[in-house]
């Protein structure tokens, strides 16, 4: 096996273009040796050193959230995303669709298909590095779960809170919403998750970012419905978040997961929506904001659900869309954004 260090045939400087003007031998010869090469690697997940964390995130910290955030919309940008994911390394094996990054990786068939389409995909840049491998396994095979875009996270918070404020996140997952509030000045971030190894890699990023960042959090192992309880009443001046899906977003399998405690989407929407929605409410303090980031899926009308649950006790403000890149396929048919609604409502 080569040694990780080795890339004798220089697999990883292979441009798209390059391997497309092969002729068919010459691409079946190259396409093994990538396929080796990553073979003898291992999955590609991501790598940062200090440095490029450091340089990251003042790159964060410069964004000016009116640049974001302008009506109604909410453009975000992939910077910071890579570092957010980098401290959960563990989402490439959750499964999505059925199936997982490694998984995928794993399956040799899969893994040379995705190869060839690298090469389609991304004729002018190096199609075979980490991240262009680690793309193609998620895009192509829609087998990764997604971070919350760091860039709007930030904007959000500066946008409905001020120097100083407490942001209560209970689903905090894979710390796209922490970075966001971490790039900001002076404001505490409290998150709450069920998840043993969302939980270390969220409190490994604060623990790295702590020389850096003008703002503080702390991190809870639990389950949200039940630690929300335990909060004093309007304690916060902002509520952030972005529930699971119901069972769409299977973040972990652990027992503690809402989807687990309660199997059926009625108990689900009962004993978590519902009861996050309210005790949001309660440690909210007067004139506050809870923003929460969901969608319709499938049969499970969440988004519809939230908005009706919420109207009882807030006042609903309203409804940013969050853009993101659309799928490869659905660009090529001139659809360049999908997007998802964050609702606002107001505690009054």
């Known amino acids: 096996m080569a040694s990780k260090s080795q890339d004798h045939f220089g697999i990883l400087n292979i441009f798209g273009r390059d391997f497309q003007s ?13 396929f080796d090469y990553w073979r003898s690697h291992g999955f590609p997940y991501p790598t940062l050193s200090f440095e490029e964390i450091e340089r ?13 955030i302008q009506n109604d919309e909410a453009r975000s940008s992939m910077l910071g995303l890579r570092m957010a ?3 959960h390394p563990q989402m490439w094996a959750v499964q999505e669709h059925g199936r ?3 998984r995928c990786f794993e399956d040799d068939t899969i893994l040379r298909r995705a190869l060839t389409k690298a090469a389609r995909f991304w004729p002018n840049r190096r199609c075979w590095n980490a991240q262009c491998v680690r793309s193609v396994l998620r895009i192509f095979h829609r087998a990764r779960v997604s971070n919350f875009r760091p860039t709007v996270a930030g904007a959000i918070i500066n946008y409905f809170s001020l120097e100083g404020a407490t942001v209560l996140d209970f689903c905090a997952g894979y710390g796209g919403r922490l970075l966001g509030s971490l790039s900001l000045k002076n404001r505490h971030y409290i998150g709450i998750d069920p998840a043993e190894e969302q939980v270390q890699g969220l409190r490994e990023m604060l623990r790295t970012l702590s020389s850096l960042s003008e703002g503080s959090a702390e991190i809870h192992q639990m389950c949200a419905e039940d630690l929300l309880r335990e909060l004093p009443g309007c304690s916060v001046e902002f509520v952030f978040s972005s529930p699971p899906y119901f069972d769409r977003e299977r973040y972990s399998i652990d027992q503690a997961q809402s989807f687990r405690r309660y199997p059926r989407y009625s108990e689900w929407k009962e004993k978590f929506l519902k009861v996050i929605i309210n005790e949001s409410f309660r440690v909210l303090k ?3 904001y809870l923003a929460i980031n969901v969608a319709d899926v499938g049969a499970y009308a969440v988004a519809t659900d939230t908005r009706d649950l919420a109207k009882e006790v807030f006042e609903i403000r309203r409804t940013i869309r969050m853009l993101t890149n659309a799928m490869p396929s659905q660009r090529a048919k001139n659809r360049i954004y999908k997007w998802e609604p964050i609702l606002i409502f107001q505690k009054r």
């Open 22 to 34: 092969m002729p068919l031998a010459q691409q079946e010869l190259w396409l093994g040796r990538a």
């Open 56 to 68: 990251e995130f003042r790159l964060l910290q410069r964004v000016v959230p009116e640049d974001i």
């Open 85 to 87: 994911n980098y401290f």
């Open 100 to 102: 997982s990054a490694v």
């Open 286 to 288: 007067r004139g506050g």
